[in-house]
Protein backbone atom coordinates (compact mmCIF):
# COMPACT_ATOMS: atom_id res chain seq x y z
CA UNK A 1 0.00 0.00 0.00
CA UNK A 2 2.64 1.95 0.72
CA UNK A 3 4.69 1.53 -2.64
CA UNK A 4 1.00 2.69 -4.08
CA UNK A 5 1.04 5.61 -2.04
CA UNK A 6 4.39 6.60 -3.22
CA UNK A 7 3.73 5.53 -6.84
CA UNK A 8 0.56 7.99 -7.41
CA UNK A 9 2.86 10.66 -5.54
CA UNK A 10 5.04 10.49 -8.61
CA UNK A 11 2.23 10.08 -11.02
CA UNK A 12 0.44 13.20 -9.95
CA UNK A 13 3.36 15.20 -9.26
CA UNK A 14 5.27 14.94 -12.79
CA UNK A 15 1.45 14.60 -14.37
CA UNK A 16 0.02 17.97 -12.78
CA UNK A 17 2.96 19.96 -14.26
CA UNK A 18 3.04 21.66 -17.39
CA UNK A 19 4.34 19.84 -20.01
CA UNK A 20 2.66 19.05 -23.73
CA UNK A 21 -0.27 16.87 -22.96
CA UNK A 22 -1.33 19.71 -20.22
CA UNK A 23 -0.63 22.68 -22.49
CA UNK A 24 -2.58 21.08 -25.13
CA UNK A 25 -5.68 20.39 -23.03
CA UNK A 26 -5.71 23.37 -21.74
CA UNK A 27 -5.67 25.11 -25.56
CA UNK A 28 -8.49 22.37 -25.87
CA UNK A 29 -11.34 23.74 -22.99
CA UNK A 30 -10.33 27.45 -24.26
CA UNK A 31 -10.88 26.47 -27.88
CA UNK A 32 -13.78 23.72 -27.59
CA UNK A 33 -15.24 23.45 -23.88
CA UNK A 34 -15.05 20.12 -22.20
CA UNK A 35 -17.69 18.16 -24.23
CA UNK A 36 -15.52 18.22 -27.38
CA UNK A 37 -12.45 17.34 -25.24
CA UNK A 38 -13.28 14.45 -23.98
CA UNK A 39 -12.09 12.09 -26.40
CA UNK A 40 -8.06 14.34 -26.32
CA UNK A 41 -8.48 13.54 -22.48
CA UNK A 42 -9.64 10.52 -22.72
CA UNK A 43 -6.85 9.15 -25.15
CA UNK A 44 -4.15 10.76 -22.65
CA UNK A 45 -5.74 8.97 -19.69
CA UNK A 46 -5.86 5.68 -21.49
CA UNK A 47 -2.39 6.40 -24.19
CA UNK A 48 0.03 7.58 -21.15
CA UNK A 49 -0.58 3.90 -19.05
CA UNK A 50 -0.75 1.63 -22.03
CA UNK A 51 2.61 3.42 -23.18
CA UNK A 52 4.01 2.75 -19.48
CA UNK A 53 2.80 -0.97 -19.65
CA UNK A 54 4.81 -1.68 -22.59
CA UNK A 55 7.91 0.05 -21.46
CA UNK A 56 7.45 -2.05 -18.73
CA UNK A 57 7.19 -5.49 -20.71
CA UNK A 58 10.25 -4.69 -23.11
CA UNK A 59 9.87 -1.78 -25.41
CA UNK A 60 12.76 -0.34 -23.65
CA UNK A 61 14.77 -3.35 -24.47
CA UNK A 62 14.05 -2.55 -28.00
CA UNK A 63 15.44 0.78 -27.67
CA UNK A 64 19.18 -0.22 -26.40
CA UNK A 65 18.80 -2.56 -28.95
CA UNK A 66 17.91 -0.04 -31.73
CA UNK A 67 18.81 3.06 -30.42
CA UNK A 68 18.55 4.55 -34.01
CA UNK A 69 14.87 3.58 -33.63
CA UNK A 70 14.48 6.14 -30.85
CA UNK A 71 16.35 8.53 -32.03
CA UNK A 72 13.89 8.87 -35.18
CA UNK A 73 11.32 8.50 -32.31
CA UNK A 74 12.36 11.52 -31.25
CA UNK A 75 12.70 13.76 -33.75
CA UNK A 76 9.16 12.43 -35.43
CA UNK A 77 8.03 13.68 -31.83
CA UNK A 78 9.76 17.28 -32.64
CA UNK A 79 7.98 17.53 -35.70
CA UNK A 80 4.91 17.07 -34.80
CA UNK A 81 4.47 19.00 -31.49
CA UNK A 82 5.42 21.98 -33.86
CA UNK A 83 3.20 20.90 -36.04
CA UNK A 84 0.58 20.86 -32.92
CA UNK A 85 1.69 24.09 -32.11
CA UNK A 86 1.07 25.73 -35.12
CA UNK A 87 -2.36 24.41 -35.18
CA UNK A 88 -2.78 25.80 -31.68
CA UNK A 89 -1.30 29.29 -33.08
CA UNK A 90 -3.85 29.15 -35.75
CA UNK A 91 -7.20 27.48 -33.77
CA UNK A 92 -10.08 29.16 -34.48
CA UNK A 93 -11.61 32.03 -32.57
CA UNK A 94 -14.96 31.25 -33.49
CA UNK A 95 -15.87 34.25 -35.30
CA UNK A 96 -18.12 34.83 -37.97
CA UNK A 97 -19.75 31.47 -36.62
CA UNK A 98 -16.83 29.16 -38.72
CA UNK A 99 -14.72 26.89 -36.87
CA UNK A 100 -11.30 26.13 -39.15
CA UNK A 101 -9.78 23.42 -36.38
CA UNK A 102 -11.04 20.82 -34.01
CA UNK A 103 -9.48 19.23 -31.07
CA UNK A 104 -7.40 15.63 -30.79
CA UNK A 105 -9.18 13.11 -31.24
CA UNK A 106 -8.93 9.85 -28.75
CA UNK A 107 -6.50 7.66 -30.92
CA UNK A 108 -4.65 11.35 -32.05
CA UNK A 109 -4.11 11.49 -28.29
CA UNK A 110 -3.22 8.28 -27.37
CA UNK A 111 -0.62 7.67 -30.40
CA UNK A 112 0.54 11.23 -29.30
CA UNK A 113 2.09 9.76 -25.86
CA UNK A 114 4.90 7.69 -27.66
CA UNK A 115 6.30 10.79 -29.58
CA UNK A 116 5.64 13.17 -26.14
CA UNK A 117 9.21 13.60 -24.47
CA UNK A 118 7.65 14.27 -21.04
CA UNK A 119 5.49 11.01 -21.38
CA UNK A 120 8.65 8.94 -22.12
CA UNK A 121 10.63 10.49 -19.04
CA UNK A 122 7.60 9.80 -16.76
CA UNK A 123 7.20 6.34 -18.22
CA UNK A 124 11.02 5.28 -18.06
CA UNK A 125 11.55 6.43 -14.66
CA UNK A 126 8.33 4.98 -13.02
CA UNK A 127 9.18 1.91 -14.39
CA UNK A 128 13.19 1.78 -13.74
CA UNK A 129 12.30 3.66 -9.95
CA UNK A 130 9.41 1.33 -8.76
CA UNK A 131 10.00 -1.86 -10.01
CA UNK A 132 12.37 -4.42 -8.75
CA UNK A 133 13.82 -7.46 -9.89
CA UNK A 134 13.43 -9.56 -6.99
CA UNK A 135 9.38 -9.81 -7.71
CA UNK A 136 7.30 -10.84 -11.43
CA UNK A 137 7.82 -7.66 -13.55
CA UNK A 138 4.48 -7.72 -15.12
CA UNK A 139 2.01 -7.12 -11.45
CA UNK A 140 4.58 -4.50 -11.22
CA UNK A 141 4.50 -2.91 -13.89
CA UNK A 142 0.14 -3.31 -14.19
CA UNK A 143 0.37 -1.88 -10.48
CA UNK A 144 2.52 1.58 -11.90
CA UNK A 145 -0.13 1.64 -15.31
CA UNK A 146 -3.03 1.39 -12.94
CA UNK A 147 -2.02 4.08 -10.70
CA UNK A 148 -0.79 6.62 -13.52
CA UNK A 149 -4.41 5.76 -14.83
CA UNK A 150 -6.13 6.88 -11.58
CA UNK A 151 -3.87 9.80 -10.85
CA UNK A 152 -4.07 10.85 -14.84
CA UNK A 153 -8.39 11.24 -14.75
CA UNK A 154 -8.22 14.08 -12.33
CA UNK A 155 -4.91 15.91 -13.23
CA UNK A 156 -6.22 16.07 -17.09
CA UNK A 157 -9.47 17.11 -15.84
CA UNK A 158 -8.01 19.85 -13.69
CA UNK A 159 -6.17 21.35 -16.99
CA UNK A 160 -9.30 20.93 -19.20
CA UNK A 161 -11.22 22.80 -16.61
CA UNK A 162 -8.49 25.88 -16.50
CA UNK A 163 -8.98 26.28 -19.90
CA UNK A 164 -12.54 26.26 -19.93
CA UNK A 165 -12.81 28.71 -16.72
CA UNK A 166 -10.26 30.89 -18.86
CA UNK A 167 -12.62 30.92 -21.99
CA UNK A 168 -15.04 32.90 -19.74
CA UNK A 169 -11.99 35.57 -19.41
CA UNK A 170 -11.11 35.31 -22.90
CA UNK A 171 -14.46 36.63 -24.19
CA UNK A 172 -12.84 38.64 -27.38
CA UNK A 173 -11.30 37.17 -30.37
CA UNK A 174 -7.72 38.94 -30.23
CA UNK A 175 -7.95 37.46 -26.47
CA UNK A 176 -8.12 34.23 -27.16
CA UNK A 177 -5.70 34.95 -30.07
CA UNK A 178 -2.96 35.70 -27.99
CA UNK A 179 -3.62 32.85 -25.84
CA UNK A 180 -4.05 30.49 -29.02
CA UNK A 181 -0.56 32.38 -29.69
CA UNK A 182 0.84 32.08 -26.25
CA UNK A 183 0.26 28.08 -25.53
CA UNK A 184 1.50 27.51 -29.03
CA UNK A 185 5.06 29.15 -27.80
CA UNK A 186 4.80 27.42 -24.43
CA UNK A 187 4.15 24.23 -26.74
CA UNK A 188 7.72 24.91 -28.26
CA UNK A 189 9.36 25.90 -25.35
CA UNK A 190 8.58 22.27 -23.84
CA UNK A 191 10.31 21.23 -27.32
CA UNK A 192 13.72 22.89 -26.24
CA UNK A 193 14.47 20.49 -23.61
CA UNK A 194 14.41 17.40 -26.44
CA UNK A 195 16.75 18.84 -28.98
CA UNK A 196 19.28 20.15 -26.42
CA UNK A 197 22.15 17.62 -26.58
Known amino acids: MELIFTIALFAFSSGITPGPNNIMLMSSGVNFGVKRSIPHLSGICIGFPAMVLAIGLGLSTVFQAYPLLHVIIKYVGIAYLLYLAWLIANSSTKMNGKETASPLSFIQAAAFQ ?12 AVATFTTMSQALA ?48 LVLSILPMIAP
Open 114 to 125: WVNPKAWVMGIG
Open 139 to 186: PQVMTISLVFFAVAVPSAFIWLGFGVALKRILKKPKQQKIFNVTMALL
